[in-house]
């Protein structure tokens, strides 16, 4: 769940869908109670929504009972996110969500599929027609189970695409894309988040520099946090 906003954050939502076109279609990993597959459903053509846990995935299987543009698999997105990526011409929005979360969800045992869901896309995907969102991005510390924001940064990179932090959202795109965002951005928050490009650079650095990926990450989520905080007084 995310720090900030609960579920797709939505500026990001509305940037995605305005930047992918009506024909796109959503990729979530990390179903839980199906709240943010609803919201994608009715904002993208159609949802994939990959859920590990038997119980959330059979409560939102009947959930969206009958909803013809939203499939729930149940399994672990490191196995079914291959079969759920839409045809390469197809544009596409990914949110990916899945991980341990406590209670009764599924990881107890695996806490992070994010390595294997980006290795998935930088195979199968282009850049030009893909974002991908990674949630909770002040959890990728390197610590047992989780990979380092670095980690992710570099398969991003390896997709092709760009990434800025937005609150506690990792966002990948095309560097022109990531322009539009600046701009929605602005144009929806009552308060300016001046993290945005000193996060970019940092992150960048994450992407490309080994070995000092712990020590940057916590300067960007350090730095993340303070900036935004500080937007945030009134
Ligand atoms: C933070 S919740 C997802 C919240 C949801 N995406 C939303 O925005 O409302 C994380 C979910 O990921 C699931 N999960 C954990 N590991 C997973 C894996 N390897 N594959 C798929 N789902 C997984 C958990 O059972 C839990 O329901």
């Known amino acids: 769940m995310g720090y900030f906003w609960q579920g797709v954050p939505t500026p990001l ?25 609803a919201l994608l459903a ?9 859920e590990r846990s038997h119980q959330f995935a059979r409560a939102a299987q009947t959930r969206f009972h009958g909803r013809t543009n939203i499939t729930v698999l149940h399994g672990s ?23 341990y979360s406590g209670g009764q969800t599924a990881g107890a045992d695996y806490l992070c599929p994010a390595v294997e869901e980006l290795t998935v896309i930088s195979a199968h995907r282009s ?9 909770d991005a002040r959890s990728f510390l390197p610590s047992e189970g989780w990979p380092s ?3 992710l940064c570099r398969l991003l ?42 996060v970019y650079g940092l992150t960048h ?21 303070v900036m935004t905080m500080r937007s945030r007084r009134p």
Do not use: C
């Open 149 to 151: 924001i670095g980690d």
């Open 157 to 198: 990179d390896r997709s092709g695409l760009d990434v800025v932090l937005v609150d506690d959202v990792l966002v990948g795109a095309q560097r022109d894309a990531l322009r539009g965002l600046h701009e929605h951005l602005g144009q929806t928050r009552t308060t300016q988040v001046p993290s945005l490009f000193p």
């Open 13 to 37: 939502l509305r940037w995605a869908v305005e930047t992918l076109g009506p024909d796109s279609v959503a990729v979530e990993s990390g179903t839980y109670k199906g709240d943010s597959a």
């Open 127 to 135: 850049a030009h027609n893909t974002i991908v969102l990674v949630d």
């Open 42 to 50: 009715e904002n993208f053509r159609s949802v994939v929504t990959i």
């Open 77 to 99: 997105s490191a196995d079914l996110l291959e079969e759920a990526l839409p045809d390469k011409d197809r544009a596409a929005f990914f949110w990916l969500d899945a991980h």
């Open 205 to 225: 650095v994450a992407a490309r520099t080994r070995n000092v990926s712990y020590r940057v990450a916590t300067r960007i989520l350090t730095k993340a946090k």
